[in-house]
Every structure is written in structure tokens, then in C-alpha cells.
């Protein structure tokens, strides 16, 4: 598994939400990210002798590699429009990678709706 796949993972609504479950939560609404959290994340390893799962791998590292790009080019950006076409982009990433992540463990509609409720 590449680094970027585990990252697309790691910054998922569906690990996201996992994490909070399991951590403690601080005055403010801040959250333990300690290694005694991370450690305990279900990171779904890929069975690259099959092809979809291989598939499935390649796509969240196309897309994470797009998303650190977008997040370089809204650094740059110079306009407000430039910005907002970018940050536009992020976010329909950042849904994408979050769909693939779904895809991935199997969830179906209602537990997505769980996560996604809990992740606001």
C-alpha cells in the first residue's frame, strides 16, 4: 500500500468519525489524536492480485495526489475567483475520496448517512 492511500484513509469522513468514537474528546471540541487512537483505525488493506481492489487503490492515489495538488494551487492562488474554483475542486475530491472510502469497506447508504451526520 502506498503512502498516499493510507492518507486518502486517514482523512476520510468514515475514519474521521471512527477516530471521535473511539478518542477522547477536550473542552472545546478538540479531539486525542494520539497513537493510541490511530493504532486502533481499520485500515483496509488491498488484495492486489484482484484487479478491483488494485483498481480501487490506484483511483485513491490519483486522487490524493490531485487533492495535495489543488491544496498547493490554493496556496498560490491570487484571485478570490481563483480561490473559489479551487477550493470548488477540493471539495468535490474530497467527496470523491470520501465515495471511494465507502466503496471500499462495504458501507451501505444508511451507515454513510451515519457517518456523514456524525462528521458535521
Same mark, same amino acid.
Given at each position: 500500500?502506498?503512502?498516499?492511500?493510507?492518507?486518502? /484513509?486517514?482523512?476520510?469522513?468514515? =475514519?474521521?468519525?471512527? @477516530? #471521535? %468514537?473511539?478518542?477522547? /474528546?477536550?473542552?472545546?471540541? !478538540?479531539? +486525542? !489524536?494520539? #497513537? %493510541?487512537?490511530?493504532? %486502533? /483505525?481499520?485500515? &483496509?488493506?488491498?488484495?492486489?492480485?484482484?484487479?478491483?481492489?488494485?483498481?480501487?487503490?490506484?483511483?485513491?492515489?490519483? @486522487?490524493?495526489?490531485?487533492?495535495?495538488? =489543488?491544496?498547493? %494551487?490554493?496556496?498560490?492562488? &491570487?484571485?478570490? +475567483?481563483? #480561490?473559489?474554483?479551487?477550493? &470548488?475542486?477540493?471539495? +468535490?475530491?474530497? +467527496?470523491?475520496?470520501?465515495?471511494?472510502? !465507502?466503496? /471500499?469497506?462495504?458501507?451501505?447508504?444508511?451507515?454513510?448517512?451515519?457517518?456523514?451526520?456524525?462528521?458535521?
Amino acid at each position: 500500500m502506498s503512502y498516499e492511500y493510507i492518507l486518502g /484513509l486517514l482523512n476520510s469522513q468514515l =475514519l474521521d468519525y471512527y @477516530l #471521535k %468514537q473511539i478518542s477522547t /474528546l477536550f473542552r472545546g471540541g !478538540y479531539y +486525542a !489524536y494520539n #497513537k %493510541q487512537y490511530i493504532e %486502533q /483505525l481499520p485500515i &483496509r488493506p488491498i488484495n492486489f492480485s484482484d484487479p478491483v481492489d488494485k483498481a480501487r487503490h490506484d483511483r485513491m492515489v490519483k @486522487l490524493v495526489d490531485s487533492m495535495l495538488s =489543488l491544496h498547493k %494551487q490554493l496556496s498560490e492562488a &491570487r484571485s478570490a +475567483a481563483q #480561490k473559489e474554483v479551487t477550493q &470548488r475542486q477540493i471539495n +468535490a475530491t474530497d +467527496a470523491e475520496i470520501d465515495r471511494l472510502v !465507502y466503496e /471500499l469497506y462495504g458501507l451501505t447508504d444508511d451507515e454513510i448517512e451515519i457517518v456523514e451526520e456524525g462528521t458535521k
